[in-house]
């Protein structure tokens, strides 16, 4: 490990192809492999551009020093090697490899670190635990399939940066110590030291500040915006996640809503080559649950839910008629050619449904010469099967699964089996990219647990102009001004118009049960704000972290995150979170309570 | 403020520049000002873009109801108005409004807001308190020079990316939940719920994240990213601040240098037409010091110190005598042209000086004459003075100021008062950038209260490669390959080298007083990583606040960010810090003491 001759890189792997053959190189990088011929000994060489063939071989001119140190490498140490551009013969030429018809005969080199053998390949496709890579982030982010996830994270961000420069907007930097919010999620908290028994709160979002921009003129704003969220983590949730921000002034919501897809469209096309229509399908809120039981459809296949209301009213059988007399619904939803599964397949679709709250499914199986077979063929006629069947648009080989409950459970139940037999059928090609808008968002919900009106979005979501009066009358009827957009089941944007004025914010505050003293104390400000000259606006955000997911193929969120916690908030490579002294809790004035 | 017609915006007022005479356009804005002559109402309308005037003349064509809204119009009401762009007659031209040689003369108009009186003119230059400005902070962002400041950001920013976009460097995210790291300033704590008693802290720096990407292969790593340190805020500190932080492996200190001269010149010369000279200067840290006094020193002006002691040897002058034998200095400063102070001029030199540990200040003032006046003309001939003179290649008209007292006290006052002059005396042209790098700094300083040696930079610095086995022997002897960009008396920017094997983090901690255990306990899975195969690698980073601060001539870093918090941490907008509930608080496991 000398350090006493210094070697400084001056190439990187990727530039020897380019690099005459016979010029000299400096590379460095990290041991991919090394291969002992005792006279002559061959290492891999790994950079963050690629690899490339290094020869030892006093023969052809390494040092004696050199060919010592080569000796000794091993996977993973760090050199710096000068050495000659060579054309390989013909034989030993590698296709696999990139710069398989070259390799590099060393002069000199310079072992700048050993290495301890790691805890794992450093290479694609190996399986290894999570909480292993996790502690041992810095190696597993060595793995070629990490940095390809991590560069296009780059990228794609850097792509939604150019396109929004382009268009007139300001990048604006917002407080990540601010102050905790009502009505959201659940905030984390940043004690002050200055201000004892106070705290400051980590943003869910920069909503408000967004707003305040726009009151203060700004127009067109955008933030690579670090969130926080101090939820029970779900497998797939970080409590600190990116967004893309977005907030403009005097645009309508469909003109924000184009440029929106204009931006996806190229930035899809700039970073991954994939072409997308625009302008995308707009899908009702309330059509996405009646046809896909889902406010995010995948819509790379259809499978929509067949209404069968009106053929079964008047049915006799109980199972349908119950749910329907009780104002439930019957649909049925039609998984293409697989008309042949057997009793067991049968049993398991109905084992899937019934956590959603299904008693069960019946079905209608078509056989290729047009015969019936059906879990309902004692209760219903041949031609009233074949009514379902030709209702349903089912061809020979289909398989009709009808559901019949409260429509919250049919639509419940039915998307997600929906979406797990396209799975099971192949029917989600990841190389398709289909986009849409869902909109026209119930703008409230009534939460049992609290006994009032809570916001679908949050509370500065405007509603349809002509919805704004039953506000007061009757809010679960009011439609707000809000969208998501949909890739593939899952949604990567959501945003709004918002409300701009004062009274409009008022009556939304009494919707959601605030007496106007507690609206102010909450949201005093921003009701101040819209007093001084606000202009309407609207956005929108994106989920970063989701999108890089989604283009990159990645299984999970930690896939596209450089450092991830762990479902419980654990940060396995730095253990964090972690104690702390006595003497940062007193300056706090803080005490942990004893359980 | 009817919202049933809807009219929605469709061009920026800078657009009616190109717009021809006689086309229609609708433009959304803020009332500037509204001057009413009885049939007609002129109303400036201002947005983002800029200001032009309005014509509400209903023998021009102006609707009914559009006079009957300009009526009421009010300063900062916002409106959005269609209507016709015409020439102004040569006798109404406004030579002072860029678009002052055509009006809109409106059709319609929509009153989208109204807007109480604001606390303050939305103008630039007015005198406001500050206090003021930030409660109504959205208010104050309209302002045009507010404007223009985060403008400048956003283009700052923007600029240092594109250039390490271009130069193969990945913008990587790194956590902001992370661990309490001891060896730096006091943490921000955020206590974990789903772990009772346990903390994250909130990253001083992403120093330790952007050293394990170097170990994971990632060459070139850079990040604008939110630092947080709760100290005690000086006038001009922020709890939450702004960094551009770099990191590269593979590459000397000289080369990264090279590069960040390169980033910087090509940033200035895209964002501002600023042409500056590289390779920048490069000052040595004690050569900074005794020249400057200083280790940022401003080169705007040279004002170098002149060492006497040579001159003084032997001098039996208590005042000079005594401190030089006591290992001190006695060192001058030439005022240029100022040899006409007054008494009380000279009197509050030696009151500027004072509070730097310096009793006082002699003084030599060379007349235009030549002749010499001077405060110690009693203990020192002709010759002698004459020789201080030459020896301080004072002119005629200069004014030679004299201290004497230890090293740090001289150079901290001479330091000061350097500044103070060079303001006083019009030196400090804010139009000339002068940079320079400070290199050569000591890694260690000895911390009296602590009784032990502390990082200057920080514990993960590198000593000079020669310097390596001082580290056990004499540790306030070893010099650090850390570097400063200084830019007109501030640092902008502060890296270093990283030391990167483990032996030598070892010897490091054990010279800050660390046993093995304590080391490997605070920072072991960075022991750990350099066993892995650690590249050698370095980095810096920039403040950027401080970078746009200097650019856009403001006054305070809160000028150039858009929600910044009081010396006291407060955010006087939001009302953050603030107390929350008790069940928040359960929830965090957490209790506040009583005082």
Redesign the interface.
């Known amino acids: 490990?000398s350090?006493?001759e210094?070697l400084?890189?001056e190439h990187?792997i990727e530039q020897t192809l380019t690099t005459p053959i016979g010029q000299v190189v400096t590379l460095?990088?990290?041991?991919q492999r090394r291969r002992d011929f005792g006279s002559v000994i061959f290492v891999d060489l790994?950079?963050?551009s690629g690899l490339v063939q290094l020869v030892f071989d006093r023969a052809r001119g390494t040092s004696e020093s050199a060919m010592a140190a080569a000796d000794k490498l091993r996977n993973?140490?760090?050199i710096?090697a000068r050495g000659t551009v060579a054309a390989r013969d013909e034989a030993s030429i590698n296709p696999k490899l990139e710069t398989g018809h070259i390799e590099i005969v060393v002069h000199d080199v310079v072992v700048?670190?050993?290495?301890?053998n790691?805890p794992f390949y450093i290479q694609d496709g190996v399986e290894v635990d999570e909480t292993v890579r996790l502690r041992?982030?810095?190696?597993?982010?060595?793995r070629p399939e990490m940095?390809r996830m991590?560069?296009l994270?780059?990228q794609v961000?850097?792509a939604f940066?150019a396109f929004l420069?382009d268009n007139?907007f300001?990048?604006?930097?917002?407080?990540?110590?601010?102050?905790?919010t009502p009505e959201g999620a659940?905030?984390?908290?940043?004690?002050?030291?200055?201000?004892?028994?106070?705290?400051?709160?980590?943003p869910q979002s920069p909503q408000?500040?967004k707003q305040?921009?726009m009151?203060?003129?700004?127009?067109?704003y955008y933030q690579v915006a670090?969130c926080?969220r101090?939820e029970?983590l779900r497998a797939d949730r970080q409590?600190?996640f990116?967004q893309l921000d977005i907030e403009t002034?005097?645009?309508?919501a469909e003109?924000l809503q184009s440029m929106m897809e204009m931006m996806v469209q190229k930035v899809l096309r700039d970073v991954a080559g994939i072409e997308i229509e625009i302008p995308f399908m707009r899908l009702p809120y309330h059509e996405a649950m009646e046809r896909y039981g889902s406010d995010k459809p995948d819509l790379r296949y259809d499978m929509a839910f067949v209404n069968l209301e009106e053929t079964l009213k008047g049915t006799d059988f109980r199972v349908f008629a119950d749910p329907l007399a009780a104002g439930g619904t019957v649909k049925a939803l039609v998984a293409p050619g697989v008309a042949s599964y057997s009793r067991k397949q049968l049993d398991d679709l109905v084992a899937f449904v019934k956590p959603y709250g299904l008693k069960g499914l019946a079905y209608i199986a078509v056989a290729q010469d047009g015969g019936m077979k059906s879990s309902i063929g004692k209760f219903f006629t041949e031609e009233q099967l074949a009514e379902i069947v030709r209702v349903c648009e089912a061809k020979p080989g289909d398989l009709i699964l009808i559901a019949a409950a409260s429509r919250k459970e049919v639509h419940a139940a039915l998307g997600a089996l929906r979406v797990h037999l396209a799975e099971e059928l192949g029917l989600a090609d990841p190389n398709v990219y289909k986009f849409l808008w869902v909109t026209d968002f119930p703008l409230l919900s009534y939460d049992e647990e609290e006994g009032r009106y809570v916001a679908e979005h949050h509370p500065f979501t405007m509603p349809r102009?002509e919805d704004v009066d039953l506000l007061t009358t009757s809010p679960e009827k009011v439609k707000a001004q809000a969208y998501d957009m949909v890739l593939n089941g899952f949604e990567i944007g959501g945003g709004s118009m918002r409300i701009?004025?004062r009274d409009i914010q008022e009556k939304m505050f009494a919707a959601l049960g605030f007496t106007p003293e507690e609206a102010y104390d909450k949201f005093g400000?921003l009701l101040d704000?819209?007093?001084?000259?606000?202009?309407?606006h609207g956005g929108i955000a994106f989920g970063i972290d989701r999108i890089v997911m989604l283009l990159g193929h990645g299984k999970s969120l930690r896939d596209v995150?450089?450092?991830p916690?762990t479902s419980?908030?654990?940060?396995l490579?730095?253990?964090?979170?972690?104690?702390?002294s006595q003497a940062?809790l007193?300056?706090?004035?803080?005490?942990?309570?004893k359980?």
Chains 1, 2 share one sequence.
């Open positions: 490990m350090t006493s210094r400084i890189r990187q460095g990088g990290w041991v790994r950079d963050r993973e140490f760090v710096v700048e670190n050993t290495a301890k790691p041992y982030r810095y190696l597993d982010l060595r940095q991590l560069m994270r780059h961000i850097r940066r420069d007139g300001i990048e604006m930097e917002t407080p990540i110590l601010t102050k905790s659940r905030d984390y908290l940043v004690p002050s030291r200055l201000q004892a028994g106070e705290f400051y709160a980590l408000i500040f305040l921009l009151v203060s003129g700004m127009e067109r670090r926080f101090d029970d409590p600190e990116t002034s005097f645009l309508s003109a102009y701009y004025r400000f704000a819209f007093e001084y000259g606000t202009p309407p995150i450089a450092f916690k419980s908030g654990t940060d490579l730095m253990e964090a979170p972690s104690t702390v940062q007193d300056m706090l004035h803080l005490s942990i309570k359980k």
